[in-house]
């Protein structure tokens, strides 16, 4: 069996899943951030603003079932640090009936890569498969070809408040190269985590993942000229530097990213 599969017949499960014990945490890409601890009160305090430039986003569509993906799942962990570049990882479902079920399979994930192969036209997914900024990038091995991070009008402010996240979009005064229109989604990201698998193309290795996407929310769209604010809660469970909390605008008609921001508290 290839990498390069045809989902179409793959059952999408509109599932709900709980988040109990979420955390924010981990590597600030492309934002600056403060933050304090009280320790007398379990309380943590932090905020990340975006940049004048919005860092490139991209997503990485993979599965611990897929033998052609692990040198991608290694490509995106050479990746922590950096702050032009936003990566994330959606492990799919579609993959776990071939054997091996992937424990960070995302159904949520599953849908986001079909949403985007129906922006471009596309009746097909695949894995792994890189998307930079909305656009398929088949030659994602080819470090810094995803191409420069760009100027946005786009302002993203996450504060964070005990177990509360809120993230306030805002706009430049009279920016002319915005849709009418915006929408966004939040993301918890989780790294170094290792699982050693038992069955399917990989069976017999052992298997390291980082940027690993373990909720992705999106939020409702809204019209460019207000500003908005959206609140994600949030819980304790992961050691700080291992999770973060990431928010992107994107524009609803292309699915392009127009600005993120990670906060890690």
């Not at 951030?33 to 009160?41: E, I, N, T, V, W």
């Not at 424990?103 to 079909?114: C, I, M």
């Not at 656009?135 to 091995?141: E, T, Y």
């Not at 469970?237 to 609803?252: N, Q, T």
């Amino acid at each position: 069996m290839t990498s390069r599969n045809d989902a179409r017949s793959a059952p999408l499960e509109n599932l709900t899943r709980c988040f109990a014990r979420l955390s924010c945490a981990g590597a600030l890409m492309g934002s600056t951030l403060a933050g304090a601890a009280d320790p007398a009160a379990g309380a943590t305090s932090c905020q990340a603003q975006s940049g004048a430039q919005a860092p490139v986003v991209l997503e990485l569509y993979t599965s611990e079932g897929c033998s052609s993906c692990p040198p991608a799942d290694r490509w995106l962990s050479s990746l922590k640090g950096r702050t032009d570049v936003l990566p994330m990882a959606f492990h799919v479902t579609y993959w776990d009936r071939l054997g091996w079920p992937d424990r960070f399979a995302l159904p949520e994930g599953t849908a986001r890569q079909h949403e985007l192969a129906q922006v471009r036209g596309s009746r097909q997914v695949y894995t792994p498969q890189v998307v930079a900024n909305g656009q398929d990038w088949p030659a994602w091995h080819r470090d810094g070809a995803w191409g420069k991070p760009a100027a946005s009008p786009l302002s993203v402010l996450l504060k964070r408040d005990g177990d509360r996240v809120s993230a306030v979009v805002s706009a430049a005064k009279g920016s002319s190269d915005m849709p009418p229109q915006l929408t966004g989604y939040w993301a918890v990201l989780e790294d170094q985590h290792v699982s050693r698998v038992r069955a399917g193309e990989n069976a017999g290795n052992t298997l390291l993942h980082d940027h690993v996407v373990r909720l992705y929310q999106p939020v409702p769209a809204w019209r460019a000229g207000q500003g908005s604010e959206f609140v994600l809660t949030v819980g304790q469970g992961v050691p700080a530097h291992l999770r973060r909390v990431i928010f992107v605008v994107s524009d609803p008609a292309t699915l392009r990213p127009l600005q993120a921001v990670s906060l890690g508290c």
